[in-house]
């Protein structure tokens, strides 16, 4: 049997892996607004990422960063972390905020369409949490020549590399998918074989793709 090629879906180009990259990124050009908040929340490097390219002096103010990238961009980046939960799903994460932060303005700085509505959860809590949408994300389309060989390993690094995996092709019983997370799985169809990196981080889905391959061997 040959060797299983590795496929990531990420815009990151990565050594061991064919990049398969699933998501585009748009920013939206429009100022942000820091003048009723004195603390952000990020949670996802592309924000961070995003906001850096609108406005450097989102730098002078403190940073809740939601994942363990999200930290390292904002470290890298001249950011401050302020804190940064060990859990970061949906409810866990809200009651995270409200219990440590309900006294600040925080300011959440997001993509167009997330998956868990944080602003709704924290008003019911009695917290105000401000949002600014700074980017989106849409589906790259590929033809079905670009569909994974048999037996691929396929690495998806978020609940929109999946929606966007299955906009394009069809799920192959051969495959075998590496998850980022937890709240990636609960996007993964039933059907599908799949293993979870030991960390939120792609490099930990490599590893665990690379593993995965040398048992076939």
């Given at each position: 049997m040959k060797e299983s090629i590795i496929y990531l879906l990420s815009?990151?180009?990565?050594?061991?892996?064919?990049?398969?990259?699933?998501i585009q990124f748009t920013l939206i050009d429009k100022p942000i607004d820091f003048s009723n908040c004195d603390t952000l929340m990020f949670t996802s490097k592309q924000a961070v990422v995003s906001a850096d390219k609108?406005?450097?002096?989102?730098?002078?103010?403190p940073s809740i960063a939601i994942g363990k990238a999200t930290k390292q961009k904002i470290e890298e980046l001249g950011g401050r972390v302020l804190y940064s939960p060990k859990k970061?799903?949906?409810?866990?994460?809200a009651k995270?905020?409200?219990?440590n932060f309900s006294t600040k303005k925080l300011l959440y700085l997001r993509p167009k369409?997330?998956?868990?509505?944080?602003?709704?959860?924290?008003s019911n809590?009695?917290?105000?949490?401000?949002?600014?949408?700074?980017?989106?994300?849409?589906?790259v389309k590929y033809s079905k020549e670009d569909k994974p060989k048999e037996n691929a390993i396929i690495i998806f690094t978020s609940p929109s590399t999946i929606k966007c995996f299955f906009e394009n092709f069809d799920w192959n019983d051969s495959y075998r998918a590496i998850l980022i997370?937890?709240?990636?799985k609960e996007h993964l169809p039933k059907e599908c074989s799949f293993e979870i990196a030991?960390?939120?981080l792609i490099d930990s889905c490599i590893k665990k793709a690379l593993e995965t391959r040398k048992k076939d061997r």
């Open positions: 815009p990151l180009k990565k050594e061991e892996t064919v990049s398969l990259s699933m609108l406005d450097k002096s989102w730098k002078n103010y970061f799903y949906g409810e866990v994460l995270d905020i409200q219990k369409v997330v998956s868990f509505d944080s602003k709704a959860y924290l809590a009695g917290i105000q949490l401000n949002e600014q949408i700074i980017y989106e994300t849409s589906c997370g937890k709240a990636t030991d960390e939120p």
